[in-house]
């Protein structure tokens, strides 16, 4: 559908109706598959239904079915590309990159489709390889101009470009939608919503949250952001309150690190800590279990929450050898700079404005650190940057 209005005029069910139907979905293939249990087309289909609400519940538990699935699928039929693809995609949102480029070499053909190809410009970003990522998105949306791509690419100039080309390309993504495709108009609004949010532009941000919740009410990823945005505006008690009811829904520790924020900002420091000690015991059981996906929020929460140099360092060194990038980077910077670790502090921050981020957090924690070993010009050169880009960038705003 080429129309914005006519998407926005398209009433579909929401988050719960959605989430529903993948349960009953889910439900339906269990019981066929426990009379026929070597049905490879229909244990393929379950894996998937579980990703798909894995995606849309955001809830570990619901990903670790998806991972126990294919690996029982792999285990009883060997790699099939389907499969190797559905795992290479889980692997790549647990930051498991290494393990991704493998999952897409299991089968021999697989690589040269375009959706392992996709996935490929998404661990080139990921890993650092910026122009890579982009010409290999460009090429792709030369191929089959998609929705998801355009978006992709739309990621890439916020990051890496220009913030009005950057919402143009989600513009253009929306009209490439159908009707029918409300949860991914949906989500191009939330995108556009958080593009003006991190430029300081908070009037457009609510208009386009507001958009997001109309096309697809209930869906939490969109209370998240709106909770984010009521405390930079300092509308604390509404967002915690907000949050709170995200976490009974949606138990992520990140959530739960921001309400502690939040009520710091309040002035309810006690009711914080616990807050904290709830988020901090999450990252750290998952760490444990060998897992990675919280190593860059363990950096955040020693860096910012609970100051401790050592630890900060200890998980940015960790997350940067898995995924070397502008986000990693400068979060190894911020842990170097607490840990009093100057020289190579600056390291990586010039590191990371070598990429060409243009991020006023960034900017403005290397004015800081550029104040901190003395080039006072180069500290007031990336304060004046961190304004322009955004004027609030001091405002309240989560780790996600």
């Given at each position: 559908?080429?129309?914005?209005?006519?998407?926005?005029?398209?009433?579909?069910?929401?988050?719960?109706?959605?989430?529903?139907?993948?349960?009953?979905?889910?439900?339906?293939?269990?019981?066929?598959?426990?009379a026929?249990p070597?049905?490879?087309?229909?244990?393929?289909r379950?894996?998937?239904?579980?990703?798909?609400?894995?995606?849309?519940?955001?809830?570990?538990?619901?990903?670790?079915?998806?991972?126990?699935?294919?690996?029982?699928?792999?285990?009883?039929?060997?790699?099939?590309?389907?499969?190797?693809?559905?795992?290479?995609?889980?692997?790549?949102?647990?930051?498991?990159?290494?393990q991704s480029?493998?999952?897409?070499?299991m089968?021999?053909?697989?690589?040269?489709?375009?959706?392992?190809?996709?996935?490929?410009?998404?661990?080139?970003?990921?890993e650092?390889?910026?122009?890579?990522?982009?010409?290999?998105?460009?090429?792709?949306i030369?191929?089959?101009?998609?929705?998801?791509?355009?978006?992709?690419?739309?990621?890439?100039?916020?990051?890496?470009?220009?913030?009005?080309?950057?919402?143009?390309?989600?513009?253009?993504?929306?009209?490439?939608?159908?009707?029918?495709?409300?949860?991914?108009?949906?989500?191009?609004?939330?995108?556009?919503?958080?593009?003006?949010?991190?430029?300081?532009?908070?009037?457009?941000?609510?208009?386009?949250?507001?958009?997001a919740?109309?096309?697809?009410?209930?869906?939490?990823?969109?209370?998240?952001?709106?909770?984010?945005?009521?405390?930079?505006?300092?509308?604390?008690?509404?967002?915690?309150?907000?949050?709170?009811?995200?976490?009974?829904?949606?138990?992520?520790?990140?959530?739960?690190?921001a309400?502690?924020e939040?009520?710091?900002?309040?002035?309810?420091?006690?009711?914080?800590?616990?807050?904290?000690?709830?988020?901090?015991?999450?990252?750290?059981?998952?760490?444990?279990?060998?897992?990675?996906?919280?190593?860059?929020?363990?950096?955040?929460?020693?860096?910012?929450?609970?100051?401790?140099?050592?630890?900060?360092?200890?998980?940015?060194?960790?997350?940067?050898?898995?995924?070397?990038?502008f986000?990693?980077?400068?979060?190894?910077?911020?842990?170097?700079?607490?840990?009093?670790?100057?020289?190579?502090?600056?390291?990586y921050?010039?590191?990371?404005?070598?990429?060409?981020?243009?991020?006023?957090?960034?900017?403005?924690?290397?004015?800081?650190?550029?104040?901190?070993?003395?080039?006072?010009?180069?500290?007031?050169?990336?304060?004046?940057?961190?304004?322009?880009?955004?004027?609030?960038?001091?405002?309240?705003?989560?780790?996600?």
């Open positions: 559908m080429s129309s914005q209005a006519g998407l926005r005029a398209t009433q579909l069910p929401g988050f719960a109706e959605e989430s529903a139907r993948v349960e009953m979905d889910i439900s339906a293939l269990e019981k066929l598959l426990h026929h070597r049905d490879l087309e229909q244990r393929l379950l894996a998937y239904r579980l990703f798909h609400r894995a995606s849309l519940t955001g809830r570990i538990e619901h990903f670790a079915a998806v991972e126990v699935a294919v690996r029982e699928i792999l285990d009883d039929f060997g790699p099939k590309e389907d499969l190797c693809l559905l795992k290479a995609n889980l692997d790549l949102r647990f930051h498991r990159l290494a480029r493998v999952d897409l070499e089968c021999a053909l697989l690589p040269g489709r375009f959706e392992a190809r996709v996935l490929l410009a998404d661990l080139d970003f990921q650092g390889r910026y122009e890579t990522a982009r010409l290999g998105l460009e090429r792709l030369a191929e089959d101009l998609t929705w998801d791509n355009l978006a992709r690419l739309a990621h890439w100039k916020s990051k890496l470009g220009d913030a009005a080309e950057a919402d143009a390309l989600y513009a253009q993504a929306e009209d490439v939608l159908t009707a029918k495709q409300m949860r991914g108009y949906s989500w191009l609004e939330l995108q556009r919503g958080v593009l003006a949010f991190t430029h300081g532009d908070y009037r457009r941000a609510w208009k386009h949250y507001g958009r919740e109309e096309a697809y009410p209930g869906h939490w990823h969109t209370d998240e952001h709106v909770a984010e945005l009521m405390a930079a505006e300092g509308r604390f008690e509404e967002a915690a309150a907000l949050l709170r009811d995200l976490i009974a829904r949606v138990p992520k520790p990140e959530l739960r690190q309400l502690g939040i009520y710091l900002l309040a002035g309810r420091a006690e009711e914080a800590e616990a807050f904290f000690d709830s988020a901090l015991k999450i990252y750290l059981q998952s760490a444990h279990r060998d897992e990675v996906h919280y190593f860059h929020h363990l950096v955040d929460f020693y860096t910012d929450v609970r100051p401790d140099g050592a630890e900060a360092v200890r998980w940015a060194r960790k997350d940067v050898e898995l995924r070397s990038n986000s990693t980077q400068a979060a190894m910077a911020r842990a170097l700079f607490q840990n009093q670790q100057l020289s190579e502090a600056m390291e921050i010039r590191q990371t404005l070598a990429s060409g981020v243009r991020d006023a957090g960034t900017f403005s924690f290397a004015s800081t650190l550029f104040e901190a070993t003395g080039d006072i010009s180069g500290s007031e050169r990336f304060a004046a940057a961190a304004l322009q880009t955004n004027p609030k960038h001091r405002n309240f705003h989560m780790h996600h």
